[in-house]
């Protein structure tokens, strides 16, 4: 049985990985160190919430990592593009603040597309069952609420690695600038935001989800 204590040491030697693995790193080498080391602990945690074991554990830290270190690098590849740190966090910044801009945009949209789709698709259903509408209708009105769905899951998706990027940016900064410095206020506020984001985008894939579920043709 697994305890918590021992998943505190997997956790403890996560960390110590991550860090230790910096020593003697470049900047890019670095960062991407760090993104594997953050994501082999989100791993881990998943790991064990599923498995409740230490080999489940394990296995998650693993991918955790995989995934980790392909957010590190997609952040140290635009790292190298600027020769000042702060160039490159005003880019981060804006960059964060353009896809909240529009994947609210969209989020807005499918909202409200999400609840005429829920209006027709409860007429064509009663209509259905009176004789006053086809079986094609409801074929074509399924596919529609399909089609949402594919766009809903696709913007849930950016959000996440939008988030993801912009936590491993804000914690870069955190910890290089501090917690007061102007950028890292403003990377965290960017933070909080997308996780508003991202939360609207999971809730239209639900809502799409259990629309298209209960849709019986």
């Known amino acids: 049985m697994f305890n918590p ?8 030697a996560a960390i110590s990985m991550s860090l230790s693995g910096c020593a003697g790193m470049n900047d890019q080498q670095t960062t991407v160190a760090q993104g594997a080391g953050v994501g082999a602990l989100i791993g881990a945690g998943l790991g064990y919430a599923i498995g409740g074991n230490t080999s489940s554990t394990l296995i998650g830290a693993a991918a955790g ?19 000042r740190q702060e160039d490159f966090l005003v880019a981060e910044i804006r960059r964060n603040e353009d896809f909240i801009r529009e994947a609210d945009a969209e989020n807005r949209q499918l909202y409200q597309d999400i609840a005429q789709l829920d209006r027709e698709s409860r007429r064509l259903a009663r209509d259905y069952r009176a004789g006053k509408a086809s079986r094609d209708a409801l074929v074509r009105q399924k596919a529609t609420v399909e089609k949402q769905l594919a766009t809903a899951k696709k913007v849930n ?3 996440e690695q939008q988030l993801a990027d912009a936590n491993q940016v804000y914690g870069e900064a955190r910890q290089q600038r501090g917690p007061r410095d102007q950028y890292t206020q403003q990377l965290e506020s960017n933070v909080v935001k997308l996780k508003e984001t ?17 849709m019986s043709i």
């Open 157 to 159: 998706a950016l959000a």
């Open 198 to 214: 991202r939360q609207q985008s999971s809730q239209n894939v639900a809502s799409l989800q259990q629309m298209y579920d209960t």
């Open 5 to 12: 204590s021992g998943k505190n040491l997997l956790i403890a």
């Open 65 to 83: 990592g995989l995934i980790g270190a392909g957010i590190g690098s997609s952040v140290a590849d635009r790292k190298a593009q600027y020769a």
